[in-house]
């Protein structure tokens, strides 16, 4: 199998940075693309197209941050990230005259409904509606728009991914000042602009018992060796632990890891006030994520860290 060049496009976040450090120790040539620090800008076609050509292995991480207010600004912008950047990387490959064999873009579980009745897989999960679900539809459209010929495309549909740093930085600072109790669903009022915009998060969950799908940071990184190997995956694969839990169980082992012995439930309307203040959305933790990693199951995929215990304890130190 060929191993030799990697580019990343989107290469200065969380996941970026991680899969630099990776490729790079394994001795893979790799070449960066992001809006700054990278080898290469956005926009700069020219150079995209010569780094494309010849690679072996293509990753589509760009996109602004989902942890934001959804305001039309920045609804737009997080549009415009994923799909401008996802089309720069089709052309290049489809310019190539030596295309890279695998293409794996980022897309996110949140493209499946909220889900409390039963878990959603790539055969029998069912698309949401709102927003988020928009943009994650859009996203793997642009994936897939081109004829690539000799490029084999995956859009990797991650659930929250778990690491040092992440989700779980700002988790552990919650638990640290007694604010690391599980996320209760409830009442909250629903303007009309949100209801237009599918920006609105109707109740759908009692009591902490959203669904909390997740997947390890390591185990993201060898999804992608397991694809690059394996040529029969193509398409969307669930990026996701195959033992996901709720709500209540995952804020109380991120408590029992950091040894914080207690963390009062926080309703609703304390987590909308919360969200305003540091300018984010309660989606991201309101949601019912239920994901199973169905195609990597099947083609023989073992995960390093299965279990949310292992997962967490690998991304946090007690007394950190």
Known sequence: MNRGRVVIGGSSGFMGRHLQRKYRDAGREVITISRSGADLRWGDQPGIDAAIDGASLVIGLAGKSVNCRYTP??????????????????????????PPALWVNSS???IYRHAMDRPMTESTGEIGSG???????AWERALF???????????????????DGGV?????TLARIGL????HDGWWPVSTARREAGTAHFPGAKRGTQKFSWVHLDDIDRTIDFVEEHPHLEGSVNAAAPYPVDNNVFMATVRRVLGVRF?????????????IGIRTETELILKSRWVLPEKLTAAGFEFRHPTLESAVRASLRPGS
């Open 263 to 275: 963390g009062p439930p926080m309703p609703r309307w304390m987590l909308e006030l919360g969200a």
């Open 168 to 172: 779980l930085g700002t988790l552990k």
């Open 131 to 137: 927003f988020s679900v928009d943009v994650a539809t």
């Open 108 to 110: 996110t579980a949140t």
């Open 145 to 163: 728009a081109d004829e690539l010929t000799h490029t084999r495309r995956v859009a990797l549909r991650s659930t929250i991914v778990l690491g």
């Open 180 to 183: 690391g109790g599980a996320q």
């Open 73 to 98: 600004a920045n609804r737009a912008e997080i549009f415009r990230s994923r799909l401008d950047t996802t089309a720069s990387l089709s052309a290049a490959i489809a310019a190539a005259k030596h």
